[in-house]
């Protein structure tokens, strides 16, 4: 096993915890802004960066933060060092829905420990070690090391970094604004560091050695992608952006980073959630290299064929392929739409207008130079309601989700939802169905059922068909209420799942109808949530899995799908094929 490095001069991880704690217990910003300060001011420089990692609630910084440790392993290290058995654990994890509190109850509960103070440093290279471990066994004893020889209080923080959930209320603004508070800088000069190394370590290092000014984007490190805010409909987004409107389809693929330059090893292509992506995109990456600038793209992946979007359904062919087969990569080609530009042979461009952005990114006349396997998105400039109804249903027959409204004078703000971009997409349908299962929620969640498990009847009209799982669409008095009356129809009790009378109708909707070999219906809905509770139709009354394969088939064939319940009470439009995406 590799060993865990001692560092003298590095600060005890229990004072990390006992910072931790005094954060999660008061409800002041200001308090917690303060504590944290205090705490980071009197670390060692070694310290600052480890500490403002963990406090973000990630283990480590950068690429090599994938531990590659889940709650197998990490329930295994955990019953390595308390001694507790499978029913200990899952009985503690049950009550706590929170794996830092049954890591701190069950280390308790083991006299016989004997606990060796840990250091910043030992955790760090702990989590290293992890990172860099052949096999989840190696991953598996580094964690129980930890867990045998810190305290209570300690596991708690410990399992919860490895788990990147810290769960003491500290939002990334206040993090912000303690490191600021520690080291007297400007908090915009803390926070424009931190948008442009995407490090919250290193933008605590900068600023304790006065050298936030340096903060520079760098190539071949992705930087989280600037996000836009739901709109309902063309109204709200007249009222939000006036009269004219600057639009942009919204395509239904893959958010993407491309990242061009010394240092990046050839093109590389990030997604969404900062994984690197390159080698399951291959063409993308060879359209790239002939580009003869250093440069960093936001934009959006899609299957794109003989001029035509392709379905997003088609795209799945090819999510998780690495080096995928070249008669797969000829099938379902994909191309990246790029619609922003970051950064241009030496110079950061987040602060510009969009409108400047733009106009830089087609001076590249990328799709010329690429060969094609990049384009632009399809940009134009509305006036009114009616025009963006309109323009929503020319994106719909181009085969993209809906819409992007964007304020051309706008900068980019990696990781923020403002109101510089805005989007406009609607729920294809909806479907009613009958909940057979829930499950207890996660922190703000715990202890109450709020993930339910849905089904629709089979083509015998009496099997009940899992199709997917929602959890977001209720309010907290009607998960309050619904809990309440799950635990009265618990069929089964899983520990965390919950087999239940299949009594309660919703009304679901989504985005896309996908296949699936997870659920019994072969289907799986794309980003469900529940519209409602449907107090007023029996489980007998739900749609059942014809519906659904109607659905499926009137979708691969280009009709939108504007609402659809039980009993044919389905609307529709039909728009015909696909329009290319506009270069």
């Given at each position: 096993m590799p060993s865990i490095a001692r560092r003298a001069t590095s600060s005890a991880f229990a004072?990390?915890?006992?910072?931790?704690?005094?954060?999660?217990?008061?409800?002041?910003?200001?308090?917690?802004?303060?504590?944290?300060?205090?705490?980071?001011?009197?670390?060692?420089?070694?310290?600052?960066?480890?500490?403002?990692?963990f406090f973000a609630g990630r283990p480590l910084a950068g690429l090599a933060d994938r531990l590659g440790l889940g709650w197998v392993q990490l329930s295994g290290a955990l019953q390595s060092a308390s001694g507790a058995d499978d029913e200990a654990l899952g009985a503690a994890y049950l009550r706590h829905s929170d794996p830092g509190d049954a890591a701190a109850e069950l280390l308790e509960g083991n006299a016989t420990r004997q606990i060796v103070?840990?250091?910043?440093?030992?955790?760090?290279?702990?989590?290293?070690?992890?990172a860099a471990a052949a096999g989840t066994e190696a991953r598996t004893a580094l964690m129980g090391g930890l867990f045998a020889r810190a305290a209570p209080g300690e596991s708690r923080y410990l399992a919860r970094i490895a788990a990147r959930e810290l769960r003491i209320g500290l939002r990334e603004g206040l993090l912000e604004e303690a490191i600021a508070a520690a080291f007297d800088r400007p908090l915009d000069a803390v926070r424009r560091a931190l948008m442009l190394v995407a490090e919250p370590g290193e933008a605590a290092a900068l600023a304790r050695a006065d050298r936030l000014d340096t903060a520079a984007l760098h190539l071949g490190r992705p930087i989280r992608f600037m996000l836009a805010t739901p709109v309902a409909d063309a109204d709200e987004v007249v009222r939000r952006v006036g009269e004219e409107a600057w639009i942009e389809d919204k395509y239904d693929g893959i958010r993407c980073q491309l990242h061009l330059g010394p240092g990046t090893d050839g093109p590389r292509l990030f997604s969404r959630d900062l994984n690197d992506v390159t080698v399951s995109f291959p063409e993308v990456a060879a359209a790239a290299r002939g580009l003869d600038h250093r440069l960093v793209v936001d934009g959006e992946l899609v299957p794109f064929r003989e001029g035509t979007v392709l379905d997003f359904a088609s795209l799945q062919a090819r999510l998780g392929r690495v080096d995928p087969a070249p008669d797969l990569v000829a099938q379902v080609p994909v191309v990246l739409?790029?619609?922003d530009l970051l950064h241009l042979d030496g110079t950061d461009r987040l602060d510009e207008p969009l409108r400047d952005r733009r106009?830089?990114?087609?001076?590249?006349?990328?799709?010329?130079?690429?060969?094609?396997?990049?384009?632009?998105?399809?940009?134009?400039?509305?006036?009114g309601a009616a025009a963006v109804d309109a323009a929503f249903d020319e994106a719909r027959e181009r085969h993209n989700e809906g819409l992007m409204i964007k304020d051309p004078a706008s900068a980019y703000q990696p990781g923020r939802r403002g109101l510089g971009w805005l989007k406009l997409k609607r729920a294809l349908a909806t479907l009613d169905c009958v909940v057979v299962g829930v499950e207890w929620g996660h922190g703000k969640r715990r202890g109450v059922l709020s993930d339910y498990t849905f089904a629709v009847r089979g083509h015998d009209g009496e099997s009940l068909l899992t199709i997917g799982k929602a959890y977001t669409g209720l309010t907290d008095a009607e998960i309050a209420q619904m809990t309440e009356y799950f635990q009265a129809?618990?069929?089964?009790?899983?520990?965390?799942?919950?087999?239940?009378?299949?009594?309660?109708?919703?009304?679901?909707?989504?985005?896309?109808?996908?296949?699936?070999?997870?659920?019994?219906?072969?289907?799986a809905l794309r980003f469900p949530r529940i519209v409602r509770i449907r107090t007023d139709k029996r489980p007998d009354q739900v749609d059942d899995l014809a519906a659904v394969e109607r659905l499926f088939a009137e979708q691969a064939s280009g009709r939108i799908l504007l609402a659809t319940g039980a009993g044919g009470e389905t609307e529709r439009i039909t728009t015909g094929r696909h329009g290319a995406v506009r270069s």
């Open positions: 004072a990390f915890a006992e910072t931790a704690d005094g954060i999660a217990g008061t409800t002041s910003k200001l308090g917690k802004r303060d504590l944290l300060a205090t705490y980071l001011r009197d670390l060692p420089e070694t310290d600052v960066p480890r500490a403002a990692t103070p840990l250091t910043l440093a030992d955790v760090d290279a702990a989590f290293r070690g992890m739409v790029a619609f106009a830089a990114l087609e001076a590249l006349r990328l799709p010329e130079r690429s060969g094609g396997g990049i384009l632009y998105s399809h940009l134009a400039t509305v006036l129809s618990t069929v089964r009790d899983h520990g965390r799942y919950r087999s239940v009378v299949p009594r309660v109708v919703v009304e679901i909707a989504f985005d896309r109808i996908m296949r699936s070999s997870r659920h019994r219906s072969g289907f």
